[in-house]
Each structure stands twice: as C-alpha cells, then as structure tokens.
C-alpha cells in the first residue's frame, strides 16, 4: 500500500480538508499486506497512518525516516518524480520480499531498468529546446510547489512565458502567486475538457 503526499485536491470527491482526504486514502491499507509505504509528512497525517498501520497489524515504512530519496535512479526532471519512484521502487521491493523471495537478488537490476525506460508525459517534460518549452500538469498547490522547487534548482536564472489553463470554478489565485517569480508574462485559459468517461 503505497500512500503518496496530501494535499487539497479533488475536494467534490475525497473530502473539504486534508485530514479527511488522508483519512479516505489510508482505506488502502488492508490487513495482510506486507507493507505501508509513505512520503506523508505532516505530524497529524503521519498520527492517523500509524494508527492505521497498528490496526492492520501492517507494518509501515516512511520516506526520510526508514528509508532515502533516490534521486540517481530517474533520469525525468523534477523533484517529486524522484519521490514518487523511490516510492514506487522501495514498495515493490517489500511485495516482491514478501511473494516472491527467490526475486529478490534480481530487484536492485529491474528497478534501475524500469528507471532507464520511464517518460511521464506533462511533468517537467521538455518537449523543445529552441525555444525552450516544458510542460507540466502541475494543478494544484501541493503541485505547484513543487514544480516550482525543481524550476528553482533547474533553472535558477531563467523567466517563464506561462500558459496555465485552470478547470471552470477551481481557484487559480494560489496557482499564480506561487509561480509568478518564475515567470514574465502569464497566458491564462480555462480548461474545458471534459473527462468524464475516461
């Protein structure tokens, strides 16, 4: 089970706070599973899933704490790629120690295989470099951020033209102020695709 960071998104559908989108993402975390796998960092969402993890008799595994980023596995830009891998690598590793022990030798290979052939599509993705053009789905704040992190310390010096296109009736305000000293003009559309069904 491997929970991801929360932050305030899908609010019609996960709950108003990030307390009760931690506590409805947690749900994931069934008995029997061989781990609990988290980058989770605030103190009262890392309270709810150890109370969970003690519930389930699971055993639980923090990112920082039980083990570290590996930043030198994923060629993709961007800090929170690196998290989500290590993330996706340090569970996998549990499940197949868990299934299929006699695998175990083969995990340290497959994972910097897998890592050599990944390509995410929108995050941090440069799809020119004359002119320079990255695209990124960042669509919250929690995402905002930390494409702002990576822009920081990818492109220290560098201002942006930004296009953001924001879904009708979410909040945009938050979007913009936390990029707007990365970037010199922003072209603002609204997004009106509609993904339902997919």
């Known amino acids: 089970a491997i929970v991801t960071n929360v932050s305030r998104d899908h609010t019609e559908i996960l709950g108003k706070t990030v307390y009760q989108i931690a506590r409805d993402k947690v749900g994931i975390i069934k ?8 980058a989770i960092s605030q103190p009262t969402l890392q309270k709810l899933l150890n109370l969970k993890c003690k519930e389930t008799h699971v055993p639980l595994y923090l990112l920082g704490r ?8 994923l060629l993709s830009l961007g800090e929170f790629q690196h998290e989500n891998f290590t993330l996706a690598a340090f569970g996998a590793t549990k499940f197949i120690e868990s299934y299929f022990p006699k695998s175990k030798p083969k995990i340290p290979i497959a994972i910097k295989k897998v890592a050599k052939s990944i390509i995410i599509s929108g995050r941090m993705e440069i799809v020119s470099q004359n002119p320079q053009i990255l695209l990124d789905g960042a669509h919250n704040g929690a995402k905002m951020r930390a494409l702002v992190t990576s ?33 010199h ?4 559309c609204e997004n009106t695709y509609d993904y339902r069904g997919y």
């Not at 008995?31 to 988290?38: D, E, H, M």
């Not at 305000?173 to 970037?183: D, G, K």
């Open 66 to 73: 039980d083990f570290a980023l590996r930043p030198d596995l």
């Open 31 to 38: 008995p029997g599973a061989p781990a609990a796998v988290s």
């Open 151 to 183: 822009l920081k310390k990818l492109y220290p010096q560098q201002k942006w033209l930004c296009v953001l296109a924001v879904k009708k009736g979410k909040s945009y305000s938050q979007l913009i102020r936390t990029i707007e000293p990365y970037v």
């Open 185 to 188: 003009e922003f072209i603002l």
